[in-house]
């Protein structure tokens, strides 16, 4: 079992920036990649970026160049920075871990809202 809790959603003005955080506990060692997902109200819930324990990334069209995903092996965190944020981008975020087993774990979302 793997358990996620994400951090550092709020509300910013279009234009800024906001980074968001996951920390992970429990069997670590069984995670082959960790990614942030988002859905905003009446859509489905799509990939945004998406981290490999090798350090191999992969981000949706919408957010390449202004997203960028870290993670932090030893402190069992990963980041979402997000610059340039537009209206659009406002969506409840979700950290996600899938282990070897392709089994997915996630934690319980943080609303971010870009607006004016």
């Known amino acids: 079992q793997v358990q996620l809790v994400e951090s550092g959603g709020g509300l910013v003005q279009p234009g800024g920036s906001l980074r968001l955080s996951c920390s992970a506990s429990g069997s670590i060692g069984n995670i082959a990649s960790m990614g942030w997902y988002r859905q905003a109200p009446g859509n489905e819930r799509d990939m945004v970026a998406v981290?490999?324990?090798?350090?191999?990334?992969n981000y949706r069209d919408p957010v390449r160049g202004r997203f960028t995903i870290s993670r932090d092996n030893a402190k069992n965190m990963m980041y979402l920075q997000m610059d340039s944020l537009k209206p659009e981008d406002t969506a409840v975020y979700y950290c996600?871990?899938?282990?070897?087993?392709?089994?997915?774990?996630w934690g319980q979302g943080t609303q971010v809202t870009v607006s004016s």
């Open positions: 996600v871990a899938t282990d070897y087993g392709d089994h997915d774990y």
């Open positions: 981290i490999w324990k090798s350090g191999r990334t």
